[in-house]
Nanobody
Framework: QPQLVESGGGLVQPGGSLRLSCAAS?????????????VSWFRQAPGKEREALSC????????DYADSVKGRFTISRDVAKNIVYLQMSDLKPEDTGVYYC????????????????WGQGTQVTVSS
C-alpha cells in the first residue's frame, strides 16, 4: 500500500529554519515506482484552505506555486532514498500550519483533488 510519511515539523522562532521530510514506501503496489510520481508540498493554516507550495518531478524539475515562499523554501528529492524534502528558511509566523506532502502520477498539479496519495501532515509553528 503506498504511503507517505512527513517528519521534521516543530516549533521554531521567526527567522529560523526547518527541513521537512516526506518518506515514501509501498508505491510498487500501485503498479509504478515512486520515481514516476510527482511530489508536492502543501500547507494548511488554521481556518484557511490547503495551498500548494511547490512540486518536484523526477530528480530535479521543480514548479513553485506560492509566491509567499519563493526564495525561502526549496523542494528537493533523493531518488535513491525515496524521500522528498522541503527546506524552509527565514520562517515567519504566517508560515504556521500543517504541512502535507502529496504524490500525483506523472504530472505536477497545484490542485488538492488531483493528488493520488497524501501524508498525514506535520505541524510547523513559527512563534517567539
Amino acid at each position: 500500500q503506498p504511503q507517505l510519511v512527513e517528519s521534521g515539523g516543530g516549533l521554531v522562532q521567526p527567522g529560523g529554519s526547518l527541513r521537512l521530510s516526506c518518506a515514501a514506501s509501498g508505491f510498487t503496489a500501485s503498479g509504478f515506482t515512486f520515481e514516476v510520481y510527482t511530489v508536492s508540498w502543501f500547507r494548511q493554516a488554521p481556518g484557511k484552505e490547503r495551498e500548494a507550495l511547490s512540486c518536484i518531478r523526477g530528480a530535479d524539475i521543480v514548479t513553485d506555486y506560492a509566491d509567499s515562499v519563493k526564495g525561502r523554501f526549496t523542494i528537493s528529492r533523493d531518488v535513491a532514498k525515496n524521500i522528498v524534502y522541503l527546506q524552509m528558511s527565514d520562517l515567519k509566523p504566517e508560515d504556521t500550519g500543517v504541512y502535507y506532502c502529496a504524490a500525483r502520477f506523472l504530472r505536477c498539479s497545484n490542485r488538492v483533488n488531483d493528488m493520488n496519495y497524501w501524508g498525514q501532515g506535520t505541524q510547523v509553528t513559527v512563534s517567539s
